[in-house]
């Protein structure tokens, strides 16, 4: 295990983790060498001066130009934070991220709300949200919805439940998520590991297991993913047909040790 997946499995295993240094835990995945101080200092600074909900969507989207990237959506950088301050580009969930920790710097309470397809933020107790991915716009419920059913095609019924507040640990296993889909495409089994052991750390569940042990076969460690699902089973009792499957996984690993 990475010195950097690591240590973002220790900082989830204890109570919420802070929002910031969480995501930069993340990102280290993709940068070993990731020195959270300078971004920690630039959430400070965009912060400073802010006094108010308007003046917060007026700093980061007008004045400092962060955009949702409609160009690229997949490109992976959109997925962590620094490169997101750095290029001031990114998805709902990352540009989430940045509005969610200056406003807590400036006092104004902002929490993410996991709506399936788009994620969003809102003012806690109200029914004020705003789309971090069309500069900080504020959008009714009516919008909501719309935002849902193009986002997800669904022809379910719309409501508060499709609008929950997330915690940090679901926020960053969204992002995780949206990595794991993006390295699929465009990554290496490299690339894949560190997404797939943090994600691991945060939902220990079969298909997560199954594709980690995959991605460390197609770099010939087949005894480690192995010896990584037997692990597990030994945790705890699984279901028949999850332990089955988990062993056919294993014995295919093994095969190749033969």
Not at 176 to 205: C, F, I, K, Y
């Amino acid at each position: 295990m990475s010195a950097a997946v690591a240590r973002f499995v220790e900082l989830v295993r204890g109570p919420e983790p802070p929002l910031d240094e969480a995501a930069l835990a993340l990102a280290a995945g993709a940068d070993p060498d990731l020195d959270p101080a300078p971004w920690l200092a630039e959430l400070d600074r965009l912060a400073a001066g802010v006094t108010s909900l308007p003046a917060l969507v007026r700093r980061l989207f007008v004045e400092e130009g962060f955009t949702g990237d409609r160009t690229d959506y997949g490109d992976p950088r959109n997925s962590l934070l620094p490169a997101v301050l750095t290029r001031r580009t990114g998805i709902p969930i990352t540009l989430a991220v940045v509005c969610i920790e200056v406003g807590r710097r400036a006092g104004i309470p902002l929490e993410g709300v996991g709506m399936p397809g788009h994620f969003l933020v809102r003012v806690p107790g109200t029914g004020h949200h705003l789309d971090p991915f069309d500069g900080g716009r504020r959008v009714d419920r009516a919008e909501c919805e719309a935002l849902f059913r193009a986002a997800t095609g669904s022809t379910a019924a719309f409501g508060a439940h499709l609008l929950p507040r997330v915690s940090t640990r679901e926020i960053l296993l969204r992002m995780l998520e949206n990595l794991r889909a993006t390295q699929r495409r465009r990554g290496g089994p490299a690339d894949r590991e560190w997404v797939l052991r943090m994600r691991l750390a945060l939902r220990p569940d079969e298909e997560g297991l199954v594709e980690l042990g995959e991605v460390l076969g197609e770099q010939a460690r087949w005894d480690e993913g192995a010896r990584l699902i037997a692990t597990f089973l030994a945790g705890g009792a699984q279901p028949a047909e999850v332990r089955q499957r988990l062993e056919r996984t294993a014995a295919g690993l093994l095969a190749h040790l033969n």
